[in-house]
């Protein structure tokens, strides 16, 4: 007998936890961590730095010790995300970069938090099934980046 679950993807955690999501799904983006993220882009000459924001559905950054000020900043090819908390505490993306429109920085934060939200989603559900004694017996990430995960249930 099989079954198949469709995970619906809903961010509930801490910021620890969403911050390894972030760090995971941008390395295999290419991003990196930026250094000296208070300093901001820098203009290239006579061009603005454009900026967009993007607020993930169904996302709760829970409070910690830490507060709301936590953020973390990451950048590629002259694009730079800023994933923080917001004052309700739901994550959110600035993405700003020059020579960039706000559609294409739009484009690029909308892939970086469904990359976000499916590490998110995929390391819990492991740490679920690992919790109640279901081994993986086989995984597949189909060519669409659909996560396919075999368990053995002994129940």
Known sequence: MSSVILVTPLIIANWSVISAAVLGAC???GFSVASGAAAG???????????AEIEVENSEVLADAAGTDEQMVVEKDGVRATFSRDARGALKVCMEG???SKGQLKQIGQELMEQVTQQYVYHRVVTELNQ???PIIHEEVEADRTVKIR????S
């Open 98 to 100: 020059t020579g960039y």
């Open 132 to 134: 109640r004694g279901m």
């Open 41 to 51: 882009l820098r203009a290239k000459s006579g061009s603005s730095v454009t900026r």
């Open 27 to 29: 390395g295999a983006m």
């Open 151 to 154: 368990v053995r249930n002994f």
